[in-house]
C-alpha cells in the first residue's frame, strides 16, 4: 500500500530538548515536505527536498532542520524546541514535477511545555 | 500569489449532491487549479485538480469556468464520509510543489 508514515504521532517535550520526528514513503518520491497546521493558520511548508542531498525552506522554516540522506525518509529535527512550535505536522511526498496528488502523512501532534 | 476565496462552512443532506464553490479570480494561465479534503484527525488527500476543461474521478467531478476565474468541485452523492474540510488550491510553484492551503471549506453532511 503507498502510505507516507509519521513518527511518532503524539509527542510532548519540555523547552529545549533535542527532537527528531521522521518521516518515510514507500512510492519512490523525489519530493517531500514538512508543514505545519495551527488554528487560524492553516498549513505552512516548513522545509521541502526535491530529491536526496537537496533541501530547501519553505514558509516557515525558522527553528527547524531537515536532512535528505535516502530518499524514502526525510526527518525533522528540532534542535531546541520551544512552546511556539507547538503543532500539527504533516510530512508529504510526490513524484518529481508531478502536476497533481501529493500524499499526506497522518500528521504528529507536538506539545512543547 | 494568486488567492483562492472559499466559504467557510456548508451543510448538506446525505445522499445529495453537494456544490463547492472556489474564486479565483487573479488566476494566471499556467496555474492549476486543486482539491484537498482534510478529513478529521487525518493529513490532507488529494481529490481532484485540472487546468481548463472540468474532470471527473471516481472522488468528485470539477467544474471550471470558461474564463477559470471560478470552479465548483461537485460530490455527486455525499455521505458522512465525505465531512471534512475542502481547500481549494491554486498550484504556483512547479520548482517547489508547494501547496499553498487556505482556510478551506468545513463540509457538514447531515444524515
Known amino acids: 500500500e503507498a502510505q507516507v508514515t509519521q513518527n511518532p504521532r503524539y509527542l510532548i517535550t519540555v523547552t529545549g530538548k533535542k527532537l527528531t520526528v521522521t518521516c518515510s514513503q514507500n512510492?519512490?518520491?523525489?519530493?517531500m515536505s514538512w508543514y505545519r497546521q495551527d488554528p487560524g493558520l492553516g498549513l505552512r511548508q516548513i522545509y521541502y527536498?526535491?530529491?536526496?542531498?537537496?533541501?530547501d525552506k519553505g514558509d516557515v522554516p525558522e527553528g527547524y532542520k531537515v536532512s535528505r540522506k535516502e530518499k524514502r525518509n526525510f526527518p525533522l529535527i528540532l534542535e531546541s524546541p520551544s512552546p511556539n512550535q507547538t503543532s500539527l505536522y504533516f510530512c508529504a511526498s510526490s513524484g518529481a514535477l508531478q502536476t497533481y496528488e501529493q500524499y499526506f502523512g497522518p500528521g504528529t501532534r507536538l506539545t512543547v511545555t | 500569489d494568486a488567492k483562492t476565496t472559499q466559504p467557510n462552512s456548508m451543510e448538506s443532506n446525505e445522499e445529495e449532491p453537494v456544490h463547492l464553490p472556489c474564486n479565483h479570480s487573479?488566476?494566471?494561465?499556467?496555474?492549476?487549479i486543486h482539491w484537498y479534503r482534510q478529513l478529521p484527525s487525518q493529513g490532507p488527500e488529494y481529490v481532484i485538480h485540472g487546468l481548463t476543461s472540468n474532470v471527473n474521478n471516481r472522488m468528485a467531478s470539477l467544474a471550471i469556468a470558461e474564463d477559470r476565474k471560478s470552479s465548483t468541485l461537485i460530490l455527486h452523492r455525499a455521505t458522512l464520509r465525505d465531512a471534512a474540510v475542502y481547500y481549494c488550491?491554486?498550484?504556483?510553484?512547479?520548482?517547489?510543489?508547494?501547496?499553498?492551503f487556505g482556510t478551506g471549506t468545513r463540509l457538514t453532511i447531515i444524515p
Open positions: 512510492m519512490n518520491h523525489e519530493y
Open positions: 488550491i491554486l498550484r504556483l510553484d512547479f520548482g517547489n510543489e508547494k501547496l499553498t
Open positions: 487573479t488566476i494566471s494561465g499556467t496555474d492549476y
Open positions: 527536498s526535491m530529491n536526496v542531498e537537496v533541501t
